[in-house]
Every structure is written in C-alpha cells, then in structure tokens.
C-alpha cells in the first residue's frame, strides 16, 4: 500500500504566498517523477509542475517564475513553494507520484488533494 498525504492549502491573498507539501509513503521502492496538478471548478485538472529524481523540472506556464517544485528524496516528499499567487491560482491542488512498490509494480499515485483559495 502508498499513500501520499498533502498539506499546505489554504486562503491567501491576492499576491502572498503558500507552501505544499506531499509525502509518500508505504512500500515503496523507487520513486521517479513527482508533481502537482490542480483542478479549478468545473474544469480539468492539469500539469502545474513535475521534478524527477534527478532534480529536473517542469512547469506549466502560467506559474513559471511564481512557482517552485523541489523534492527530497530521502524523506520521498515534494514541495510546492507558490509565491504572487493570483486569484486565478484558486483550485484544489494534487500530488502525484511515478513510483514502483516492493513488489515491482509501476504506476501513478495521487494525493487527496488540498485546496487553495486566493481571495481579497
């Protein structure tokens, strides 16, 4: 079983900041690639940025320069440090993990999700 618990979420005002943080746990082998998504109402829920096991990063780019992922891989966890947010960033954010579990099985495991209102 892997878990991943998010935390973080919560109401800001229009340009202040927020930081996220997802940890995976359970039986779990190797990590690969980690990333947040978010999903506003009534709309998909989309890339915002992914990190590999290396360090390399992504992000969509309506939060470049605002946003950064980075991860640590001894304790299997990935931030997201949001910084001007806009009321336009209001969503539930989702981690995700690329990972392989003791028994050799490789998928994508998500988060609960936790949400981010940005609002005056």
């Known amino acids: 079983q892997v878990q991943l618990v998010e935390s973080g979420g919560g109401l800001v005002q229009p340009g202040g900041s927020l930081r996220l943080h997802c940890a995976a746990s359970g039986s779990i082998f190797s990590i690969y690639a980690m990333g947040w998504y978010r999903q506003a109402p009534g709309k998909q829920r989309v890339l915002v940025a992914t990190?590999?096991?290396?360090?390399?990063?992504t992000y969509t780019d309506s939060v470049k320069g605002r946003f950064t992922i980075s991860r640590d891989n001894a304790k299997n966890t990935v931030y997201l440090q949001m910084n001007s947010l806009k009321p336009e960033d209001t969503a539930v954010y989702y981690c995700?993990?690329?990972?392989?579990?003791?028994?050799?099985?490789?998928?994508?495991?998500w988060g609960q999700g936790t949400q981010v209102t940005v609002s005056s």
């Open positions: 995700n993990a690329d990972l392989q579990t003791t028994d050799w099985s490789r998928k994508d495991y």
């Open positions: 990190v590999t096991s290396s360090g390399s990063t």
